[in-house]
């Protein structure tokens, strides 16, 4: 059974950060790509980041050059650090993984006040 679960999100306030985790059972992050989405009410899913099995990443315009994506092997986690952050970066973030079928975590809310 596949579980994947994140932490990591609070409140912070605007040009702070917060480092988001992603850890994972029964799934094998460093041999499947992984990605950071996020999700505000009434809006569809975003994808934030991404990560390859080869280890390279991927970011939304929106969010280049302040977060960054990383894979612990050794512990199946993934990690989304998030620096300079702004309001518009309020939303839930979520973990998930396209093996055969789309996986997701529960989520984990970040806002950030102005």
């Known amino acids: 059974q596949v579980q994947l679960v994140e932490s990591g999100g609070g409140l912070v306030q605007a040009g702070g950060s917060l480092r988001l985790s992603c850890a994972a059972s029964?799934?094998?992050?460093?041999?499947?790509?992984v990605d950071w989405y996020r999700q505000v009410p009434g809006k569809s899913r975003e994808l934030v980041a991404a990560?390859?099995?080869?280890?390279?990443?991927t970011y939304a315009d929106s969010v280049k050059g302040r977060f960054t994506m990383s894979r612990d092997n050794a512990k199946n986690t993934v990690y989304l650090q998030m620096n300079s952050l702004k309001p518009e970066d309020t939303a839930v973030y979520y973990c998930?993984?396209?093996?055969?079928?789309?996986?997701w975590g529960q989520g984990t809310q970040v806002t950030v006040s102005s």
């Open positions: 998930h993984v396209l093996r055969l079928r789309d996986y």
């Open positions: 029964g799934i094998i992050f460093r041999i499947n790509a």
């Open positions: 990560i390859t099995i080869g280890g390279s990443t």
